[in-house]
C-alpha cells in the first residue's frame, strides 16, 4: 500500500472538530500532520498559528484542508496553491465567484489538486435520489430549508459579516443538492431577502428559480425556526413524488423511505479527496454559488427586526 498523503487542517473551529478530524482519522489515505489555527489546537500533531510559517517549515505535508470561514479562505487556497499544495475548500469555496474561478485557474496551470466541497451532495439520499429522477420528469421542486441560527451557528459573528453568507451559509447546502440533481441550468427569476435590522446579511431569503425548460423551484431559507428543524427538497415528477429530508439523509419516493442511515457525508468527502489525488484531477462546480451570487443580484431587500445572539 502507497504511504498516506500528509494533510494539514486549517481553522480549528466547530467543523474541523466535529467532522473533518474524525473523518481524516477514519480513512487510511491521509495523515493529519499538522493544525493551522491561531487559537485553536489539535492533540499529537504540529501546531502552527501562522499559515505562511507552516507552508514554508512543512514542506512535506502535500495537502491541506481549509476550514476557516469564507472571507479569509481565498488568500490561504492562494498561498498554498503557489505553493504546490493539493487544496481541500470547505464550503462555501469562496466569498464570490470571481474568487473562486480564480483559485480553479491558479490550480490548473499550477498543476495541483483542488476538491471544492458539497457536504450535502454526499448525504445518503442524494445519489439514489439522482437515479431515480434520471429516468422522470421533473414537474417542480420546492426547498424548504429552516433552522435556528442560535443552535447551529452560536456566537459565530463573521456569519452576519459582509462575506458571511447569512442564511445562504447553510442555504448554499440545498442549492447544492438541487444543482447535484438538476443537470439543467438553473435561473433565479426573483428573490426578497430579510436583513435584521442591526445585521449586514439576511436572516431568511425567498427565492422563485426555474430551470432553462421552465420547471419552476422555490426555495425558503430561514434561520428563525425553534422546535423542528426542517431541511427538506420536495420533487414533483411525472410518476411520483420524491422527498429529500433531513438534509438529504432521508430519500422517501411517494411517502415511503427508501433510504436512511448513520450520516457518512464528511468520510465521503475524504474517498473522493483521496480519489482526486491519485488522478491528480480536480473538483470545483460553483454552481450552488453561482445561485447565491443571483439571488442577491436580484434580491428585494427588507428590513426585519434587529437579531441578537
Ligand atoms: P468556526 O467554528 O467559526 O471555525 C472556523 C475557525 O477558523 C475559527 O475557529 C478560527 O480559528 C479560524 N479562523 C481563521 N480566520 C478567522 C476569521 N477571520 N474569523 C473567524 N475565524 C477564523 O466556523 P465553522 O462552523 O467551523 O465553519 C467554518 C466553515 O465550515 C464555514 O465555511 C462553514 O460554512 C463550513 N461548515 C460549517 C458547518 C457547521 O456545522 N458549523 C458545517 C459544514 C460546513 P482560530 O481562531 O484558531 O484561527
Redesign the pocket.
Known amino acids: 500500500m502507497s504511504k498516506p498523503v500528509k494533510l494539514a487542517l486549517v ?6 472538530r ?2 473533518h478530524i474524525p473523518s481524516i482519522a477514519g480513512d487510511d489515505r491521509f495523515e493529519l500532520a499538522a493544525a493551522v ?4 489546537r489539535v492533540d499529537d500533531v504540529e501546531n502552527y498559528g501562522d499559515f505562511d510559517v507552516f507552508l514554508r517549515d512543512c514542506p512535506d505535508v502535500q495537502a491541506v484542508s481549509l ?6 479562505r481565498f488568500d490561504m487556497a492562494r498561498k498554498a496553491i503557489a505553493a504546490g499544495r493539493d487544496v481541500l475548500l ?3 469555496p469562496a466569498t464570490t465567484l470571481g474568487e473562486a474561478k480564480a483559485l480553479a485557474d491558479a490550480a490548473a496551470r499550477a498543476g495541483v489538486v483542488l476538491f471544492a466541497t458539497w ?1 450535502s451532495r454526499f448525504a445518503l439520499g442524494v445519489v439514489p435520489a439522482r437515479a431515480w429522477l434520471a429516468k422522470r420528469e421533473i414537474r417542480s421542486i420546492v426547498i424548504t430549508w429552516k433552522e435556528d441560527v442560535r443552535r ?2 452560536p456566537g ?1 459573528a ?1 456569519i452576519w459579516e459582509a462575506g458571511g453568507f447569512g442564511v445562504f ?1 447553510p442555504g448554499i447546502n440545498a442549492l447544492s443538492i438541487l444543482t447535484a440533481l438538476v443537470d439543467e441550468e438553473i435561473i433565479v427569476d426573483r428573490s426578497r431577502l430579510a436583513f435584521p435590522a442591526n445585521r449586514k446579511q439576511p436572516i431568511a431569503a425567498s427565492l422563485v428559480m426555474r430551470t432553462a425548460s421552465r420547471v419552476p423551484i422555490t426555495c425558503e431559507l430561514d434561520w428563525r425556526q425553534e422546535g423542528p428543524q426542517t431541511w427538506d427538497i420536495e420533487i414533483e415528477t411525472d410518476l411520483g413524488k420524491l422527498t429529500l429530508s433531513k438534509g438529504g439523509s432521508e430519500l422517501y419516493i411517494s411517502g415511503q423511505l427508501e433510504e436512511s442511515g448513520p450520516d457518512r457525508e464528511y468520510a465521503g468527502i475524504y474517498d473522493r479527496f483521496a480519489k482526486l489525488i491519485q488522478s491528480r484531477q480536480s473538483d470545483a462546480d460553483f454552481r450552488p454559488l453561482q445561485l447565491v451570487a443571483d439571488a442577491f443580484l436580484c434580491g428585494e431587500r427588507q428590513e426585519v427586526e434587529p437579531f441578537h445572539d
Open positions: 481553522g480549528i473551529g466547530k467543523i474541523a466535529d467532522q489555527s491561531r487559537n485553536g476550514c476557516t470561514p469564507p472571507e479569509v470547505e464550503k462555501p457536504h447551529w451557528h459565530q463573521w451559509d
